[in-house]
Structure formats: C-alpha cells, structure tokens
C-alpha cells in the first residue's frame, strides 16, 4: 500500500515563509512526475508546480519567483518551499506522485492547510 504523507501547513503572516514536505512510503519501485496542487474554497484545484524525475520544474504563474520545488529521491520526498506568501495563496495543499508500485498510479495525499492572514 502506497501512501503521501503530507505536513508544513500551518497559519502565516502575508509576507511569510513555509515548506511544505510530502514523504511516499509503502512498496514504491519507482516515482516519475511529483507535485503540489492547492484548492481554495469555492474554487477547483489547481496545480501549483511540478518536478520530474530529472529535476525539470514547472510553475504556475501566480507562483513563479515566490515558490520553490524540490524533491529528495533518497527519501521518496517532495518539498514545496513558500516565500513572500500572499492572502490569495491560502489553500489546501495536495501533494501527488507518479509511483510504480506493480503499476503505475497517480496517488494523493490528504492535504495540509495553508493560511496566510494578518
């Protein structure tokens, strides 16, 4: 059994700082793409920013500059560094990967909370 185990959310001042970890565990062969989507109330899920296996990144624009992926293949773990944090970042954040585990599945995490507020 394949599982995302998320933690790093927590309640920030806009301006702020926060790292967001997501760790695969269970019996993993292999994990291509990794990423960070954040859904805010009343709004659909979107993708925040993507790494592949060979460290190639991608943002989505309302990030770029601001947020940082990186992932530890030793440690079957994806981060997501947050800087100059906005109100409008507030969200759940998911973390999902590409694990070949016998097949090769995208699975999810449950969500951490992020709140940026005064």
């Known amino acids: 059994q394949v599982q995302l185990v998320e933690s790093g959310g927590g309640l920030v001042q806009p301006g702020g700082s926060l790292r967001l970890s997501c760790a695969a565990s269970g019996r993993i062969f292999s994990i291509y793409n990794m990423g960070w989507y954040r859904q805010a109330p009343g709004k659909q899920r979107e993708l925040v920013a993507r790494i592949t296996s060979g460290g190639s990144t991608n943002y989505v624009d309302s990030v770029k500059g601001r947020f940082t992926i990186s992932r530890d293949n030793a440690k079957n773990t994806v981060y997501l560094q947050m800087n100059s944090l906005k109100p409008e970042d507030t969200a759940v954040y998911y973390c999902?990967?590409?694990?070949?585990?016998?097949?090769?599945?995208?699975?999810w995490g449950q969500g951490t909370q992020v709140t940026v507020s005064s």
């Open positions: 999902n990967a590409d694990i070949v585990s016998g097949l090769r599945l995208t699975y």
